[in-house]
Structure formats: structure tokens, C-alpha cells
């Protein structure tokens, strides 16, 4: 079955960066569409970017453009993002979400990975 | 960017109650494929959010059929016929046939 397993929470300190993970498993990692998600504390959900393994192409919401870096290594299936010059506005709960099949938008997440950002 | 405005923001329940969430947007969702990529979401608390309707109505396998979607162009809702304990949480619509996708603010449904 299709799983996605997040990295751990992170605290960090400001104008850091930080690297969460997305490791996949129960399909094919390089042909599916992985994004990222932010939600902070007590609010909605944001859409970050999505990555396309198979070839390394990406998209970024342009407000996190310059913030978060999208990569992914098919050697291990584990998608990463970086976010850099942290501030407590990146405080937040960050989601990997997959399509799979294409018209299943959003249809597997991670569990979720916590960064604080806090001196 | 496409707004999709959800209305309520809040929906009091009783359990066995049928209500109805609305999701509507600043542009029409039909994509020139002829598909409408818009999605509900279901985040229950300290949850991710899971998947129930994608393409407007196609309800995902494993969710109870209480659950359905319905509209199109700019206008969509989620009816839930029969509200059980385990369906409390925050409702989110979802599009991604203009990028970026976007999220609606979500629909918080709490017993009554």
C-alpha cells in the first residue's frame, strides 16, 4: 500500500535552514506528482510546490518562491524540502501529498513534519 | 490565483443530521481536458487531511457513502446524509486545475 513516512519534528533556530524528508513507498515514486503543503498553527492549508521525481521538475507557489527548495532522490524514493531564513512565520506543520493516479489529487499524505522555529 | 470561498465556516451537528458545505470559486474548475479537479478534504484532529471526493463526485474508495460531491463550473458541495461521530473535523475543498492549486479556509463541523 502507499505509504508516506515524514521526517521528524524539527526545532531551529532563526535565519537557519532546515531540510524535512518524504520517504515513499508502494508505487512508483519517479511517475507521481508529490507535493508540499504548509499549515500553521490553527490555520488552513497552503500549497507550497510539488516536485515530479522522474525528471526533477518543479513549481512553486510564487509567495514561498526564494523559501522552499524542492528535491527528490529516486535512488531512495524520499522526496526533500528545504526551506530557508527561517523565521517564526515558518512555524508550521509542513505535509508531503501525492496524486496517484493523476486525477487523485491529494490522495495519499505524510503524517506531517513540525518545525519551530525558535531562538 | 483561484479563491475558493467555503461557506459556513462553522456547522453545528447533531448525529443523523444531513448537512451540506459550500465551495465556490472566482473562476470556472472545468479543465480544458473536459475534467474538473476539484476535491474535498477531511482533517480530523492532529490528522493530515484525507482524501473523500476527487473530480467534484467520484468518492474515494473506502469512504462511507453518507459522503457525496456535486456541481460544477464554480459552484460545488459536499453533503454528508447522516452525520456520524467520526465525521467531525475541518472540511477543505481543493483545486488544482489553475495553478497554483489552492485550498478553500475550511469548514469546521462540531456536534450540536
Known amino acids: 500500500q502507499v505509504q508516506l513516512q515524514q521526517s521528524g519534528t524539527e526545532l531551529v533556530k532563526p535565519a537557519s535552514s532546515v531540510k524535512i524528508s518524504c520517504k515513499a513507498s508502494?508505487?512508483?515514486?519517479?511517475?507521481?506528482?508529490m507535493h508540499w503543503i504548509r499549515q500553521q498553527p490553527g490555520n488552513g492549508l497552503e500549497w507550497i510546490g510539488w516536485?515530479?521525481?522522474?525528471?526533477?521538475?518543479?513549481k512553486y507557489n510564487q509567495k514561498f518562491d526564494g523559501k522552499a527548495t524542492l528535491t527528490a532522490d529516486k535512488s531512495s524514493s524520499t522526496a526533500y524540502m528545504q526551506l530557508s531564513s527561517l523565521t517564526s512565520e515558518d512555524s508550521a506543520v509542513y505535509f508531503c501529498?501525492?496524486?496517484?493516479?493523476?486525477?487523485?489529487?491529494?490522495?495519499?499524505w505524510g503524517q506531517g513534519t513540525l518545525v519551530t522555529v525558535s531562538s | 490565483d483561484v479563491v475558493l470561498t467555503q461557506t459556513p465556516p462553522t456547522l453545528s451537528a447533531t448525529i443523523g443530521q444531513s448537512v451540506s458545505i459550500s465551495c465556490r470559486s472566482s473562476?470556472?474548475?472545468?479543465?480544458?481536458?473536459?475534467?474538473?479537479?476539484l476535491n474535498w478534504l477531511l482533517q480530523r484532529p492532529g490528522q493530515p487531511p484525507q482524501l473523500l471526493i476527487y473530480?467534484?463526485?467520484r468518492l474515494e474508495s473506502g469512504v462511507p457513502n453518507r459522503f457525496s460531491g456535486s456541481g460544477s463550473g464554480t459552484d460545488f458541495t459536499l453533503k454528508i446524509s447522516g452525520v456520524e461521530a467520526e465525521d467531525l473535523g475541518v472540511y477543505y475543498c481543493?483545486?488544482?486545475?489553475?495553478?497554483?492549486?489552492?485550498f478553500g479556509a475550511g469548514t469546521k463541523l462540531e456536534l450540536k
Open positions: 501529498s501525492l496524486n496517484y493516479p493523476g486525477i487523485r489529487g491529494f490522495a495519499y
Open positions: 508502494g508505487y512508483t515514486f519517479t511517475s507521481n506528482y
Open positions: 516536485i515530479y521525481p522522474g525528471n526533477g521538475n518543479t
Open positions: 473562476q470556472s474548475l472545468l479543465h480544458s481536458n473536459g475534467n474538473t479537479y
Open positions: 473530480l467534484v463526485s
Open positions: 481543493v483545486q488544482s486545475t489553475h495553478a497554483p492549486p489552492t
